[in-house]
């Protein structure tokens, strides 16, 4: 498999600006700049890399986490995962996960247990430089 994002940018580094698309569509021409990247804290004017990589990560977490469940023969009704990336002195210094997941019948301990290894073992926690923290909660 291999997927395919499209990135253009124009201009100097602080004044310039770019867009991003993706193969699948999921974005067309989504903005990003220095000012979307360092000067809008509420994340309002567009995207930038980091938050493509928290949302990467997120994602590619539930969905291991999925499968690892159903091994163990489980269902989740729901997997909600916040990821929050730090990026400081112009580096990824960490990504906080925080996982609420909503699984019949199954224990704490082995829920936690599953979504340390899916925080392990997901593509993309493997290609990440930095620590990775997890906080799981079962929602019964």
């Known amino acids: ?14 004044t310039g600006s770019g867009v991003l ?10 903005s990003y700049s220095f000012k979307t990247r360092f000067e809008n804290d ?6 930038n890399p980091e938050e493509l990589i928290a949302a990467a990560l997120a ?3 539930n969905m291991k986490l999925s499968f690892l ?4 023969n489980f269902i989740p ?17 960490s990504i906080d996960l925080n996982l609420k997941g909503k ?5 704490s301990d082995r829920f936690v247990e599953l979504a340390d290894e899916a925080k392990r073992n997901c593509p993309i926690s ?6 990775i923290s997890l906080s799981v909660s079962l929602i019964c």
């Open 103 to 107: 699984v019949h019948e199954i224990s």
């Open 69 to 72: 469940l159903k091994d163990a």
């Open 42 to 47: 509420n994340g309002k004017l567009g995207t």
């Open 21 to 30: 698309t993706a193969q699948s569509g999921a974005f067309e021409n989504m």
């Open 1 to 14: 498999m291999k997927r395919k994002v499209n990135a253009i940018w124009k201009g100097d580094g602080p």
């Open 77 to 93: 009704d729901e997997l909600n995962t916040n990821a929050t990336l730090t990026f400081e002195d112009g580096k990824i210094s």
């Open 59 to 61: 994602g590619c977490f």
């Open 126 to 131: 493997g290609v990440l430089n930095c620590p």
